[in-house]
């Protein structure tokens, strides 16, 4: 069974910089890591679970308006993992930071309903 691990999370300060990491285990052979899409959400206090930015298996990526610019998304395939750079946070992105894992790249990569595999979170605060 697919199981991610995210980790990196923690406190900054706005205008600095974070990275988030996602361990990714329990990968079958037949469907080894480069044959999934990844993707980072968080969840505000109060608020829904939104998209973040989403990496097809093929490197395409789609990243949601509010961070364009300012975060990247990217992959590991040796280590299996899925990593988040984050520069120049800002403090409306503080959030628990979810990964999540789909065989098939969802038709809306930063809507929650295609992604089947998911993490515990970590938790990421920006002060200003």
């Known amino acids: 069974q697919v199981q991610l691990v995210e980790s990196g999370g923690g406190s900054v300060q706005a205008g600095g910089s974070l990275s988030l990491s996602c361990v990714v285990s329990?990968?079958?052979?037949?469907?080894?890591?480069?044959?999934?899409?990844m993707a980072w959400f968080r969840q505000a206090p109060g608020k829904e679970r939104e998209g973040v930015a989403a990496i097809r298996s093929d490197g395409q990526t789609t990243d949601a308006d509010s961070v364009k610019g300012r975060f990247t998304i990217s992959i590991d395939n040796d280590a299996n993992t899925l990593h988040l750079h984050m520069v120049s946070p800002k403090p409306e992105d503080t959030a628990i930071y979810y990964c999540?894992?789909?065989?098939?790249?969802?038709?809306?990569?930063?809507?929650?309903?295609?992604?089947?595999?998911w993490g515990q979170g970590t938790q990421v605060t920006v002060s200003s």
């Open positions: 999540a894992a789909a065989r098939w790249y969802p038709q809306s990569p930063l809507a929650t309903g295609g992604w089947p595999v």
């Open positions: 329990g990968l079958s052979a037949a469907i080894p890591f480069t044959f999934y899409s």
